[in-house]
């Protein structure tokens, strides 16, 4: 009667230890998938506050020549989706660039065309777009020979439009 009594605990033991085996690998996938859920939330809280940055720096270029965003906003969003379409270049980016353009030109229409002729570039190049705007600021400034390492010619003397015109050559 004893051994009927051990081997049918043990039945149940073992039986309990099975279930809370597979209870603990549920509660290992699920603390998994939890960690994977605020991770994302991590990942676009960065992104939401990158953007916001982005756009702020660009209201501030904006501001300096008497202009906003809020005013430009819908231009500028589908002037960004437009070019995203035909490029790997995302809106932040371009909000980079658009903001050092303006900085560097103090033209905001100069800088919108610009802009996507800097992409490109960059695209060509393998370039990295801070470099190809701060060279491009310097040749609207007078100091061309920045031009040359991204096979941009330019005479002396040159215009911003001049200029412009040769980087589509």
């Known amino acids: 009667i004893k051994i ?3 081997d ?3 039945g149940k033991i073992k039986n309990l230890n099975d279930r809370a085996r597979d209870l603990r690998g549920s509660f290992t996938k699920l603390a998994a998938a939890g960690a994977g859920v605020v991770g994302m939330l ?7 506050l990158d953007q916001e940055i982005g756009v702020q720096l660009l209201d501030n270029a904006l501001q300096k020549i008497n202009m906003s965003y809020e005013a430009q906003e819908e231009h500028l969003e589908a002037t960004f989706a437009s ?3 035909l490029t790997n270049f995302g809106d932040d980016e371009q909000r980079d660039v658009l903001q050092r353009l303006i900085t560097a030109t103090g033209d905001y229409e100069l800088a919108l ?5 800097v992409l490109d570039v960059a695209a060509k190049r393998s370039q990295d777009t801070s470099s190809i705007v701060d060279a491009l600021g310097r040749a609207f400034n007078g100091q061309i020979g920045g031009l040359t390492r991204y096979a941009i010619s330019v005479g002396e ?4 439009m001049e200029i412009l015109d040769s980087i589509t050559r």
């Open 113 to 117: 065309q610009a802009l996507p002729l």
């Open 4 to 6: 009927t009594a051990d």
């Open 83 to 85: 070019i995203q379409k």
């Open 42 to 48: 991590g990942l676009f809280t960065k992104e939401a």
């Open 157 to 160: 003397g040159a215009d911003a």
């Open 8 to 10: 049918m605990a043990s």
